[in-house]
């Protein structure tokens, strides 16, 4: 089995998106007519990491084996280090590696969990992730949209803040407030997270970190800028509720760093880096260092299963996987796309990760990027 032919395109969900609002996917062909799908880092619509791969690592992959893709991934990584290990390379790489196990499990006719060494559970719960919530949204439209997404039944609720990261501070009275009225909504018991989308300082995070265990919020996600790794493990050692980190992190030395200085959750994200090869390494890295590994992931359909997948294999899913705001557009232009029942997210037992396109909707919504 070789690879033989490797598609490269991003989907516009509405006429009225911008062009940084685009999904990017990536589609594998072999010789023997299997085809694998990945998701790449949607950043600015995924554009530099589909050119990444269009330039730079398709041609090195045509006549290549799938089932290397390790090797392969590794290779890479190495060879093209000084476009950018932190970002559009390992975005693009993770695509790739995403297309690749979904393509193994077509080949040996079995799902990527399978693949990974078995599911501890196929029904996993999931916590509903709402983003937006600062200064441009008010306190009653904050709790209108947290008692919406509570119809969906979530194992718990996060909300996030979306900080202008040039203004730090400015907003925590506003922030500190929607925590408490959030909290009051959803009563004393029902888990809540609070991401602060690194708009603190350190001494500011501390502040709302108070807060947060006075209100027993179940973890503290991003206070501080993603590069200040010494005031996240200063933040993360002053205070007694979880402090996490790491969705900007792109490196398994990253982690590492972040671990050292104190930060107790680490929390890659599948498209950013390393895809499924890269997300199995960090939940090693999480298990030798007794931290906990709750990943990032805000792509709703790709992305989202195969972080699922490797949720799946982990023994030590200590929090429910995050599913992101939804929107019409994770139905359109998927075959039979992810949907919770009854608070959980059931994974099937098709082959590879268990999607695909419905060629005729993609095909109105896909701009190809060849070069
Ligand atoms: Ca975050």
Redesign the pocket.
């Known amino acids: 089995m070789k690879i033989e032919k490797i598609e490269t395109f991003q989907v516009q969900w509405s006429p009225k998106d911008t062009p940084g609002q685009r999904s990017a996917f990536v589609r594998i062909h072999t010789d023997d007519g299997l085809h694998g799908i990945g998701e790449v880092s949607p950043m600015q619509g995924g554009l530099a990491s589909l050119l990444m791969i269009v330039h730079n690592i398709a041609p090195a992959l045509i006549g290549a084996d799938p089932l290397d893709h390790a090797v392969l991934q590794d290779r890479l990584i190495h060879k093209l280090v000084k476009l950018g290990p932190e970002g559009a390379l390992t975005g693009a790489l993770a695509g790739i590696d995403i297309a690749l196990w979904d393509l193994k499990g077509k080949a040996f006719g079995q799902p990527v969990y399978k693949l990974l060494g078995g599911a501890w559970k196929t029904a996993l719960p999931f916590y509903a992730s709402i983003g937006g919530n600062g200064r441009g949204r008010s306190l009653d439209e904050v709790l209108r949209i947290v008692e919406a997404r509570m119809a969906d039944q979530p194992a718990a609720i996060k909300i996030?803040f979306d900080n202008d990261r040039t203004d730090l501070d400015t907003e925590i009275p506003d922030h500190i407030e929607k925590a408490r009225a959030v909290r009051k909504l959803v009563g004393d018991r029902f888990p809540l997270a609070f991401?602060a989308?690194n708009g603190y300082s350190a001494s500011g995070a501390i502040r709302v970190g108070r807060v947060l265990e006075e209100l027993d919020y179940w973890w503290f996600?991003?206070p501080v800028q993603h590069y200040h790794i010494r005031g996240t493990g200063e933040v993360a050692r002053k205070l007694s509720i979880t402090v996490s980190a790491g969705?900007q992190t792109y490196t398994m030395g990253g982690l590492v760093e972040l671990i050292e200085a104190g930060v107790r959750m680490i929390q890659p994200d599948i498209v950013k880096m390393g895809g499924i090869t890269g997300l199995l390494r960090c939940a090693a890295l999480a298990q030798a260092h007794g931290v906990e590994l709750v990943s990032?992931q805000t792509q709703p359909m790709v992305g989202h299963l195969a972080n699922l997948h490797v949720c799946a294999a982990q023994m030590h899913a200590t929090k429910p996987c995050e599913w992101n705001d939804p929107s019409a557009r994770t139905h359109d232009i998927f075959d039979d796309p992810p949907m919770p029942v009854d608070g959980l997210f059931h994974l099937n037992s098709r082959p590879g990760l268990g999607i695909d396109f419905d060629e005729n909707a993609l095909a109105k919504r896909r701009i190809d990027i060849t070069g």
Request: aromatic share 0%.
């Open positions: 996030r991401d989308n996600e991003e969705e990032h």
